[in-house]
């Protein structure tokens, strides 16, 4: 045969790793035909709705349901004594904690689920909660993490406050854990006698995930074959599959999950939620399928928030700014349940990666869990547990030793970095970082910016600033991090008992196109285009040949999800690793087809050929079709392969950013005049995937820094339930931003990818929120709290005499 | 509550439905009408997803009864475009990466379409002026603005070869 492609070409075709590939899941979206939970809609199926409690702390008295019963249309009210009997009125967290399924005997936190309605339609429904009539008797509320530790109060009165909690000994019944890592003693001897000590106190506000479409389940139960189904708002099927098997008894083969198009995640539909567990239950009860989708407000107010942390620090350097020793307290407040989704051994997830990008030869964390009237969740929005908070913590503790040190933000962190030859390094804290090659990343983000003249313009800035010529003050912000993705070796890491491996499944059609099946599910991140690439350069078959599949319990191989940049990380590799597989066994069929010794044949490009003869080969297009028509001696037919991947070690994305900010000091309006990124994720599958993940993940940075907070006020009412009150950025709001990128693969993944979709926002936030402080330190500002929305900005300028 | 006769243009067919009172146009377009491509991301007007095209004006139909939409001309994202023959936007925004997770990308792109009537030849400042009515928590919006200036850039350029 003769081969008219040149082998450019052939790579070309393939759409393989480093192809800007376009998504072959947009044609669907852009046409409306996306589907997605709301969008389902089963035969004879009811809908249903809660009662939530308008307390944040009260004693349920009693419940009527007569009046609701009474309004035609109503099927049932589903309360906690419904539940009883079946065990499903209190389910368990993914933090070894439990949570009321509806509310039995009391509510701990506004907008709590206290009665489920089933009804013919949304609008019975709803008439019907109105009509639900619950007494309370309020109790005192308790929204603050310190008071509660101090508070006679006790929140959960369903344990008992001298039992261990899952964590270990509670010291206060509203207590939930201490976590430590480190040496305390060491790190507090190091720092006492230290040249240049650096303390601070920070508080990483309460923020939501909030994906523009809310969480929601489908539920069909069939008596006749006693299977369920189960749609829902997954990032994880597979464990919501588990958790129903254990909770509802039904045995896991029975139960199909199915998460169809999901409407963005960021770590909101990672937990279960008791809409979920109703739903199954109202379908049990009432033999038809039972929708329940939660409005916006519905969200905001009683789905997994993220953050929260109280966080004290101590840094500790030589004069010349090398860090010596590093200290962090966290007062960790949890809400009314200990819901977070953290990796079974990490109460406080990834935070021990507080030492960040630095060489720190010492360094101690501790953590408290605390209970207190709010919402149940402490979710990784956006980033890989925790490791935003300790990001942010160590890229503000760096900005404050500077200034302690008087010396450049910039430079300081250049001292301190780890050096690419200490590479793989060992934390002090217990990580080992994969790879990195911080000081290019760095070096080469200052000099894209002009960082020297930009510090030049600012002074210049200050100076006509102090002469009374402009209103506007600038800030330079910086950031590097170090994301640690990719969770985890099941060796430690696990969520429920289960470890935390992930999958791929490929099964190679007799004419040469595939279908691989993977245990995450895509919430927007393009998984339909990006894994089929991993998979074109490992199989040689086209990515345009290759279906991705994900999703659906009764098909997709067992993994746990996607969350936490793990996707790449673990399923990417899984699916490396089953196309390895495949290739290997091709390559016996395509020595068997040429007749020569299987060492004979190599891989290129999308056949196997004769080593020194490539004009002989055999393309995988014809390999495959050999595979399931030929007999071949010693082989079975077909062309199969899975893989469960467990990784061997996190991988470390990481990289360096720059906001340049002018503030209006009268009216607290912040404008972002650049924004440059550059990130290092490794091997790059799509850089046009890459990007758009930047921009979003920057985007969620903005927000979170600059004003997204859930708050309450003191009786524990949530003031931020709607769109009005929570911060979302339009696109009037947001920036152009730049990216850029520097390739540090990483050793232990099969291609080298290290995941991107969080490091954006990991490394965003404190570089926003250190852009409005720099503006500030010129004129004596240390630390001030995020989120910096304009009333935040003009109290600080206000709090410096800027208005004098 | 007693159901009412609405009629209406959607998608340049006509249609007749039954509808209470109270029934907002989001959930007859979606559920009476199967046209689901408009989302429901917050039902109090902020954040887009719902967005459709009502009598020239673009509208979110979360905020409107669809008994109010008697003798109205909709159209929605699937009246753009169809498989074949996709609008210039939806293959731009596939183009330019102008979505990820599709649920904000129907109201979005109606949006869009709309905003490109009422001004051909918008600066970037316009369209992000003009679509500040629709969030986005996927993109930051910066495909999104691509995608919509060269969706404009090419239908200008249609037009003129046209001439
Ligand atoms: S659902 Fe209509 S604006 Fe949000
Ligand atoms: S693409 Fe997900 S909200 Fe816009």
Not at chain 1, 236 to 249: I, M
Not at chain 1, 284 to 297: F, L
Not at chain 1, 781 to 800: C, G, S, V
Request: with cysteine; net charge negative; hydrophobic share 40%.
């Amino acid at each position: 045969m003769k081969d008219e492609v040149t082998r450019e070409e052939r790579v070309t075709n393939l759409k393989g790793l480093g192809s800007s590939r376009k998504r072959v899941e947009d044609a669907r979206f852009t046409q409306g035909k996306g589907h997605y939970v709301d969008d389902i809609n089963l035969p004879g199926m009811l809908t249903g709705d809660f009662v939530r409690s308008p307390y944040a702390h009260a004693r349920v008295k009693s419940i009527n349901i007569d009046a609701a019963m009474a309004l035609d249309g109503v099927v049932a009210v589903l309360t906690a004594k419904d539940l009883e009997p079946l065990s499903l009125h209190w389910m368990p967290t993914l933090a070894g904690d439990k949570q009321m399924v509806l509310a039995d005997g009391k509510v701990l936190f506004q907008g709590q689920e206290v009665a489920f309605v089933v009804a013919k339609d949304r609008y019975i429904a709803a008439d019907a909660v109105e009509l639900v009539e619950v007494e309370y008797e309020e109790l005192p509320v308790i929204v603050d993490p310190f008071k509660s530790l101090q508070s006679d109060v006790v929140l959960r009165e369903d344990l008992d406050p001298n039992a261990p909690g899952a964590h270990g000994p509670r010291k206060h019944h509203n207590h939930i854990f201490t976590w430590e890592v480190g040496d305390e003693d060491g790190t507090n001897a190091v720092i006492d006698d230290a040249d240049v000590v650096a303390t601070e106190e920070m508080y990483y506000h309460r923020t939501h995930p909030c994906p523009l479409e809310p969480c929601g389940s489908v539920a069909s139960m069939d008596k006749v074959n006693g299977k369920l189904t189960l749609y829902g708002t997954f990032q994880a099927p597979h464990v919501v599959r588990t958790v129903a098997s254990l909770l509802s008894g039904i045995e896991e083969h029975n139960i199909r999950v199915v998460s169809p198009d999901i409407g963005g995640g960021f770590g909101n539909k990672v937990g279960v939620y008791p809409g979920y567990v109703c739903s199954i239950v109202a379908s049990i009860v009432t033999g038809v399928p039972v929708k329940w989708v939660e409005d916006r407000m519905e969200n905001l107010m009683s789905t997994a928030f993220a953050r929260d942390y109280w966080m004290k620090g101590k840094i500790s350097a030589t004069k010349e700014g090398k860090i010596t020793g590093l200290h962090c307290h966290v007062t960790a407040d949890h809400g009314a349940f200990d819901a977070c989704a953290d990796p079974t051994k990490f109460p406080a997830g990834f935070m021990s990666i507080c030492t960040g990008s630095y060489d720190i030869p010492i360094a101690y964390l501790g953590v408290d869990g605390v209970y207190t009237n709010k919402a149940p969740g402490g979710v990784s929005y956006r980033c890989s547990f925790r490791v935003t908070e300790a990001v942010y913590f160590i890229e503000r503790m760096i900005e404050v030793l500077a200034i302690e040190l008087n010396m450049d933000a910039a430079e300081l962190r250049r001292i301190n970095f780890i050096k690419k030859e200490q590479f793989p390094y060992d934390s002090e804290l217990g990580w080992e970082y994969d790879s990195g090659d911080y000081h290019t990343a760095w070096e080469k983000a200052l000099k894209a910016v002009d960082y020297e003249g930009l510090r030049k313009e600012q002074a210049e800035r200050v100076a006509a600033f102090k002469r009374g010529e402009t209103r506007t003050i600038m800030g330079i912000g910086l950031s590097f991090f170090t994301e640690i993705v990719g969770a985890g070796p099941v060796k430690n890491c696990d969520i429920l008992g289960m470890g935390m491996f992930d999958s791929c499944e490929i099964r190679i059609h007799p004419t040469g196109s595939a279908i691989a099946r993977l245990g995450t599910i895509s919430q927007g991140q393009g998984h339909a285009t990006t894994f089929a690439q991993i998979l074109a350069s490992e199989i040689g078959i086209p990515a345009d040949s290759i279906t991705i599949e994900e999703g659906d319990t009764d098909t997709a191989p067992y993994g746990l999800g996607t969350y936490g940049s793990r996707s790449t990380p673990v399923a990417g590799a899984a699916t490396a690793m089953a196309g390895r597989k495949i290739r290997a066994k091709a390559q016996m069929i395509a020595a068997y087809l040429l007749e020569v010794h299987d060492d004979d044949v190599e891989f290129d490009v999308d056949r196997f050929v004769i080593k020194g003869a490539p004009e002989r080969f055999k393309t995988m297009g014809e390999i495959a079709y050999a595979a399931y028509n030929q007999a071949i001696p010693g082989l079975e037919p077909g062309l199969e392969a899975v893989s469960y991947y467990d990784p061997p070690n996190m991988t470390y994305p990481f990289g360096a950013y720059v906001c340049v900010m002018d503030i209006d000091v009268d009216t607290g309006v912040p404008k972002i005049n650049r924004f440059y990124a550059l990130d290092d994720c490794g091997t790059r599958i799509n850089p046009m995937v890459i990007e758009g993940q930047i921009h979003g993940g920057l985007t969620e940075a903005l927000a979170v820094a600059l004003g997204q907070e859930i708050a309450y006020d003191e009786m524990g009412n949530c003031k931020t339930a709607t769109l009005m009150d929570f911060f979302l950025p339009t696109a009037w709001e947001v920036p152009n931003f730049e990216t850029d990128f520097t390739v540090t693969p990483s050793p232990h993944h099969p291609i080298g990818a290290k995941g991107v979709g969080e490091s954006p926002h990991v490394g965003g936030v404190p570089c926003f929120s250190n852009a409005v402080q720099d503006a500030f330190r010129p004129f004596g500002n240390r630390h001030t709290n995020m989120p910096h929305d304009h009333w935040r900005i003009w109290k600080t300028a206000n709090d410096l005499g800027l208005h004098d | 509550m007693t159901n009412q006769i609405v009629k209406m243009t959607v998608n340049g067919e006509k249609k007749e439905i039954l509808a209470e009172p109270r029934e907002l146009l989001i959930y007859v377009l979606r559920e009476k009408l199967g046209l689901s491509g408009a989302h429901v991301g917050c039902e109090t007007s902020h954040c887009g997803a719902c967005t459709v095209e009502i009598d020239g004006k673009s509208v979110k139909s979360c905020t409107m009864f669809a008994v109010q939409a008697e003798g109205a001309k909709i159209t929605t994202i699937e009246g753009l475009g169809t498989p074949d023959n996709l609008h210039v936007l939806q293959e731009n925004f596939k183009e330019h990466h102008g979505l990820q997770c599709g649920y904000c990308t129907p109201g979005m792109i109606t949006r869009a379409h709309r905003l490109l009537q009422e001004n051909p030849n918008p600066t970037e400042e316009d369209v992000r002026f003009g679509i500040s009515g629709n969030i986005c928590r996927c993109t930051g919006y910066q495909n999104i603005v691509k995608s919509i200036l060269s969706a404009a850039a090419e239908l200008n350029a249609a037009k003129e070869a046209a001439q």
